[in-house]
């Protein structure tokens, strides 16, 4: 074989072998489950034990033994155990009822995960939509079957679509008929500010097409849980279990709240309106709602929850 053919025979060799591992990095890519949705089993994990049923259903159908692996990587369990498991309660019951009380037939939840916001709302007769990237939502949607009969199946469609593609919400929210209400629990801190901004810009389209309101704790994330923390410790306890608690999900999602979070909820507001959205911050909850969580508090304790039920820790956003 000549120099020259040897050379064209390499040469061929090297573009095939970087092309493979192109092909192969991008099934990686796709397949592989990022940091950030490792945080959805944290939430499903405590949104259990709290003792919200229907996350003990959608926990035995993911595996008991998967969702128990976010307990080992907590530190300090005991410690962030009480309020964590009220913030997530908290953040999941108060969309729940903000979607029930106002009647709305059909639920977009962006960023789903392991959310088993879709069994509550299909067992009260409302549709269901949820989006998330392509790992969860394939977990999540073969799980369904498990927890829910065929006629309420009927009423729940989990669809990947990252929350920063627009084209990609709008396919999704067109599944549903009628206004829209979009919730969102635990992504907006993930999220970059430019990221940030394409998601309210996707949810303004939909709100604009379908008609509804989206609403989020998300903005009032740090807030929450501090307010949760001083519902279960002292004042001085409550800062140092908020910091730990908010360390443990930056380190599972390898993210920075100090830059994903607006210095006051002001910035968050101009934000939002620079969007072309309205807000209103609203209580987190306007009806008498028991709290699973709450079974172990002592009178004090029971005495600041009912505070913190009032807290405008909710962002009622819409276009008009
Ligand atoms: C803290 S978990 C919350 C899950 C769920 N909402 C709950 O409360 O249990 C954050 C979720 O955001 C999802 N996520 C992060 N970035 C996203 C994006 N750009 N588009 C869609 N989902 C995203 C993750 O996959 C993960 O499921």
């Excluded at 796709?30 to 926990?59: K, Q």
């Excluded at 033994?65 to 410690?79: G, W």
Aim: glycine share 4%; hydrophobic share 40%.
């Amino acid at each position: 074989m000549s120099h020259e053919t040897k050379r064209y025979f390499i040469g061929r060799l090297l573009i095939f072998a970087l092309l493979l591992c192109a092909v192969c990095g991008n099934v990686y890519a796709e397949d592989s489950m990022r940091p950030v949705s490792y945080t959805a089993y944290t939430s499903l994990y405590w949104l259990r034990e709290a003792g919200v049923p229907e996350a003990a259903e959608f926990s035995n159908a993911i595996g008991d033994n998967k969702v128990s692996l976010a307990k080992n990587a907590i530190p300090n369990y005991d410690e962030l155990a009480p309020v964590n498991k009220l913030y997530i309660e908290m953040r999941y019951a108060a969309l729940n009822e903000y979607i029930t009380g106002n009647n709305y037939q059909n639920n977009f939840d962006i960023a789903c995960g392991f959310a088993p916001r879709s069994i509550a709302m299909a067992r009260q007769g409302r549709n269901f939509v949820g989006t998330d990237f392509k790992q969860s939502i394939t977990e999540v949607s073969s799980i369904v079957s498990e927890c829910v009969p065929v006629k309420q199946q009927k009423r729940i469609s989990y669809i990947v679509a990252d929350a920063t593609d627009g084209a990609g919400m709008m396919r999704a929210a067109d599944k549903l008929d009628g206004r829209i209400c979009i919730t969102m629990d635990g992504l907006m801190m993930y999220l970059s500010r430019q990221e940030q901004a394409a998601v309210l810009q996707s949810i303004r389209e939909i709100l604009k097409k379908h008609g509804g309101a989206y609403v989020t704790s998300d903005f009032s994330a740090r807030e929450f849980v501090k307010a949760s923390a001083m519902v279960v410790y002292d004042d001085t306890d409550a800062q140092r279990i908020y910091r730990n608690s908010a360390e443990m999900y930056e380190k599972t999602a390898s993210a920075d709240f100090d830059k994903a979070f607006f210095s006051n909820a002001e910035e968050a507001v101009q934000f939002i309106e620079a969007q072309g959205l309205k807000v209103k911050r609203i209580p987190l909850f306007q009806s008498p709602v028991s709290i699973y969580s709450a079974k172990a508090f002592d009178l004090e304790q029971y005495q600041k929850l009912n505070g913190l039920k009032n807290e405008l820790f909710l962002w009622e956003i819409t276009i008009d």
